[in-house]
């Protein structure tokens, strides 16, 4: 069967993403409302809707619902038939792995900052239901490469507190791989996530790992090369539970310290990293409290700006765009720059377009947008050409600064007119419920499941996983 009937009629296969051990991932077009998508096609077989809803991915995802920071989960494709199962989620631009791969350089301080701080936003607030991840790496953040806006993904291997260990060793990429996931027989918590978050503040700071062990008692000799060899009480408490493959008379390494890995560094990266980097899991600081650490005052300040400005553009294009008005004002721009299309375009930073855009659309709710264009030591010299005239003529190399601005907001605005979809969404955006108790699912399309003998689940060979959507399948809303 070829890969454009997977998935039925409504959806259509543009390529493929990437592919793991348990599921596979598209790029997908919907024939009913022409918008893309990602759907991931879950390798394992599924026997009834009973074990689909008690799948925890769909339940964490569920939980998490409307939180900005978390990938939205569109809708649930269940074939019946064939017992295929596929999750539909929104499609971005790319993961963190990918943007720091593209970027060959290290992010300053003021982007690193932010990215990590919605990664541990989207950690309060599963922590807070209950829930930790097990897998945070860049790979498992989405981002978007021009606003930084991050959204967790992957929860295929999170699991809830109230789950009785111990739970499964070899959880997560063994680069971010928490020490008591590696010295114990699977004692561990949502500590696990914090260990990962410092870790990637650590990545994209340099854009080198920082324990890149190749096995895990290297990765474990890493780790003590640089935080020291732990004390007697905190291996007691590995023992309790050890892993039986791991000798624990480990020689002593004294701490190296983040301070000679990052000299230029400011003090509040080396203690966020200190905190969040603890080797005894007890001692280590919580989501919450690395939320309030005092290297985040500046973006708790926007955040509260943001809430009160009422404005539709995502939290982290709020950010820079302030970070980008106070750095204009010094006539030093480090924001990411947007190419006119026009050949012989003037460079205009992605930021200075929502400034803009926010002068025209939101002058009442905001006063920032002014402020950038009062602040600028050049004046507009020419009117503001009409919308009909941009949007009909062929684009115009801008004669000036200001001309290029212009001609910015008529296309954000045109954009936003194509895109009316998210700008909805944002506004009636829903609020996740503090519950993990889920009823049965609202079949849109109700069938009978055929009468078909089930053998016991065991791992499919190669030519039997092939996903087959064409039978009965049945849709949940979300």
């Known amino acids: 069967m070829e890969k454009k009937e997977l998935f039925g009629p409504d959806w259509r296969i543009i390529n493929k993403l990437g592919e793991g051990s348990f599921s596979e991932v598209f790029k997908v077009k919907s024939m009913k409302n022409q918008q893309f998508y990602a759907i991931k096609m879950l390798k394992k077989r599924f026997r009834s809707v009973e074990e689909v809803t008690r799948l925890p991915e769909i339940m964490c995802l569920r939980a998490l619902e409307g939180n900005p920071n978390i990938i939205r989960l569109e809708e649930v494709l269940f074939d019946s038939k064939h017992n ?12 963190l792995f990918e943007l720091m791969r ?23 607030i599963m ?20 606003t930084y806006e991050l959204k967790l993904a992957d929860f295929g291997s999170a699991r809830t507190t109230s789950d009785t260990g111990p739970f499964t060793e070899y959880v997560a990429t063994r680069w971010y791989r928490a020490p008591e996931c590696i010295l114990t027989s699977g004692s561990y918590g949502p500590a696990v996530d914090i260990w990962a978050v410092g870790c990637i503040l650590y990545e994209i700071l340099t854009t080198r790992p920082l324990f890149p062990g190749k096995h895990q008692l290297d990765q474990i000799a890493r780790i003590h090369n640089i935080l020291g060899t732990p ?43 200190s905190k969040l980097l603890v080797y005894d899991p007890n001692g280590r600081i919580s989501a919450n409290e690395a939320l309030q650490h005092p290297v985040f005052e500046n973006i708790r300040k926007q955040e509260r ?24 004002k010094n006539n030093v721009d480090v924001s990411p720059v947007y190419q006119d299309p026009s050949p012989l375009g003037t460079p205009i930073t992605f930021i200075q377009q929502a400034v803009m855009s926010q002068v025209e659309e939101q002058k009442s709710d905001s006063n920032l947008g002014v402020e950038f264009l009062n ?29 290029s601005r212009r ?4 296309r954000i605005k045109i954009y936003n007119q194509q895109h009316p979809a998210k700008m909805s969404h944002a506004q009636n955006r829903k609020v996740a419920q503090p519950s993990l108790h889920f009823g049965m699912p ?35 809303d979300l």
């Open 305 to 328: 700006n943001y809430i009160a400005s009422h404005t539709n553009i995502p939290f982290s294009a709020f950010v820079m765009m302030n970070q980008s008005h106070t750095t204009i």
């Open 127 to 146: 922590h807070a239901k209950n829930l930790f991840h097990r897998d945070i790496k860049p790979e498992n953040c989405m981002i978007n490469k021009d």
């Open 231 to 273: 004390g007697r009480e905190v291996l007691s408490q590995f023992k309790q539970n050890p892993n039986s493959q791991i000798n624990y008379a480990f020689p002593h390494r004294v701490p190296q310290g983040f301070r000679s890995l990052l000299p230029n560094a400011s003090e509040g990266i080396i203690d966020l990293l």
């Open 84 to 95: 295929c199962l596929a999750l539909v989620f929104e499609l971005l631009d790319e993961n």
């Open 407 to 410: 001609m910015t907001i008529e």
């Open 375 to 403: 602040n600028q030591n050049q004046k507009p010299n020419n009117a503001v050409p009409s919308k009909s005239i941009l949007a009909e003529s062929k684009p115009v190399a801008p004669s000036n600064l200001s001309d």
């Open 442 to 476: 609202k079949v849109v399309k109700p069938t009978v499941l055929p009468q078909i003998r089930v053998n016991p689940y065991q791992k499919p060979s190669a030519d039997v996983i092939k996903p087959r959507m064409q039978g009965v399948k049945i849709r949940f």
């Open 102 to 124: 593209d970027h060959k350089q290290p992010f300053d301080e003021k982007t690193s900052l932010l990215i990590i701080y919605q990664l541990l936003k989207a950690l309060s």
